[in-house]
């Protein structure tokens, strides 16, 4: 599958499909390997990961409205309509897990990523992908009941959860131009970036000695 530039439609998150295409090279994915994606929405990167990569890939979801948009599954694809932050898969059972746009929404983050590393194997890659807090304190404008951390905050959750952080850089410019493919196709609310705001990728790995941090 090509991704063509500005390709934003269908993943619903910025970056589009091009973010996570470079999130799964990242984390080294191949033919054969399990994967997770944890708050998969409608599900586009877990048909995109296993149609790309030839994984076999399971989105959990707990919107059941997003139920009929997920119905039909191609190979190597099968969706859990399960609250991510539960025990809705066995433990080391997947290689990656993603989260993309869905940390932030999470009603319990930390414990979110607890259980993300519970269900990878020794070894296994996380790739987060979320807003986070340009400057100052607290939500600005437009994020609503999104829960922002800065740059360095949002690494640090990750490493308590007793990962280690192998690469975190911006994608900012994303954000803006997700916004402005939204407000063109209809979307309302939507039309800039919320002051303050900026997007990143953290890849990380499943760290097998040391404690995570009190909470």
């Keep these: 599958m090509s991704i063509a530039a500005g390709e934003y439609r269908g993943a619903a998150h910025p970056g589009g499909l091009r973010l996570t295409d470079r999130a799964a090279r990242l984390c080294g994915l191949r033919r054969g390997m399990s ?6 929405g409608a599900g586009a990167s877990v048909v995109y990961l296993a149609e790309r990569y030839g994984v076999a890939a399971t989105g959990i979801e707990c919107d059941e409205s997003l139920r009929g948009l997920c119905a039909s599954n191609p190979p190597g694809v099968r969706y859990i309509f399960a609250d991510a932050q539960t025990m809705c898969v066995p433990d080391g059972c997947a290689d990656a897990v993603f989260m993309e746009c869905a940390l932030s929404v999470m009603s ?31 939500a600005p404008d437009g994020a609503g009941e999104t829960a922002v951390w800065d740059f360095d905050e949002l690494c640090e959750m990750v490493r308590c959860a007793r990962f280690d952080v192998t690469l975190a850089e911006d994608h900012t410019p994303t954000l803006a131009a997700f916004r402005a493919e939204r407000y063109a196709a209809g979307g309302r609310g939507i039309s800039r970036a919320p002051r303050g705001l900026g ?16 909470t």
Excluded: F, N, T
């Excluded at 994967?35 to 998969?40: A, F, K, Q, R, S």
């Excluded at 269900?119 to 400057?135: H, N, Q, T």
């Excluded at 997007?199 to 009190?214: D, K, P, Q, S």
């Design 35 to 40: 994967i997770l994606d944890m708050g998969c």
């Design 108 to 138: 319990a983050p930390r414990a979110a990523l607890l259980r993300a590393r519970a269900a990878l194997r020794p070894g296994g890659a996380l790739a987060v992908s979320d807003v986070y807090l340009k400057s100052g304190r607290g």
């Design 199 to 214: 997007y990143m990728l953290v890849i990380a790995r499943r760290r097998e000695a040391g404690e995570h941090c009190e």
